[in-house]
T-cell receptor
Framework: DAGVTQSPTHLIKTRGQHVTLRCSPISGHKSVSWYQQVLGQGPQFIFQYYEKEERGRGNFPDRFSARQFPNYSSELNVNALLLGDSALYLC?????WGQGAKRNTGELFFGEGSRLTVL | KNEVEQSPQNLTAQEGEFITINCSYSVGISALHWLQQHPGGGIVSLFMLSSGKKKHGRLIATINIQEKHSSLHITASHPRDSAVYICAVRGFEAGSYQLTFGKGTKLSVIP
């Protein structure tokens, strides 16, 4: 079975441009989370989606947006890119959500990341 | 907001040594994750802990909820263990993956 896949793996943009990053979760996983990792730092939470609804948002400006599609894949969009947006963007999937849903084992599966460089 | 601190930041060990990496956090949590990140960037989840101790091969993870502290141990370390080890904590909202991460511990194991 395929793991979490992200695309593109590397990309270079210039300030002010827009970028779209894509993530396909493990088959059967309905929850996708996005994280930003600046060089030398731990990751920071950006968004979580479950069943196409936003379930959590980190401390990021409105230039960052995301969505989840009916097949549970997800896109992260960043507008008006700044030099400080240069980072590794990680996507992770899990198999459920809290009470009332199929039991969430808590296991977290990450993709290889999309490395964004803003010049 | 939870503050997650890891120590040491960098660690160099000889092959075969026993290694301990520590993680402490400031606010009560529902679970703690230990993650491994190789130079290419991809992250692998090693453990998820809510209490007690877990073991997988040469890796052991423990957590003390009262002291807000967790440790990751590697027995008989090997050069392939060289990586960055990151701890991350989860709050109490069911199903939330709004994780707070430590900065990571860079481990180098020398043959």
């Amino acid at each position: 079975d395929a793991g979490v896949t992200q695309s593109p793996t590397h990309l270079i943009k210039t300030r002010g441009q827009h970028v779209t990053l894509r993530c396909s979760p493990i088959s059967g996983h309905k929850s996708v989370s996005w994280y930003q990792q600046v060089l030398g730092q731990g990751p920071q939470f950006i968004f979580q989606y479950y069943e196409k609804e936003e379930r959590g948002r980190g401390n990021f400006p409105d230039r960052f947006s995301a969505r989840q599609f009916p097949n549970y894949s997800s896109e992260l969009n960043v507008n008006a890119l700044l030099l400080g947006d240069s980072a590794l963007y990680l996507c992770a999937s899990t198999n459920g959500w809290g009470q009332g849903a199929k039991r969430n084992t808590g296991e977290l599966f990450f993709g290889e990341g999309s490395r964004l460089t803003v010049l | 907001k939870n503050e997650v601190e890891q120590s040491p930041q960098n660690l160099t060990a000889q092959e075969g040594e026993f290694i301990t990496i520590n993680c402490s956090y400031s606010v009560g949590i529902s679970a703690l994750h230990w993650l491994q990140q190789h130079p290419g960037g991809g992250i692998v989840s090693l453990f998820m802990l809510s209490s007690g101790k877990k073991k997988h091969g040469r890796l052991i993870a423990t957590i003390n909820i009262q002291e807000k502290h967790s440790s990751l141990h590697i027995t008989a370390s090997h050069p392939r263990d060289s990586a960055v080890y990151i701890c991350a904590v989860r709050g109490f909202e069911a199903g939330s993956y709004q994780l707070t991460f430590g900065k990571g511990t860079k481990l180098s194991v020398i043959p």
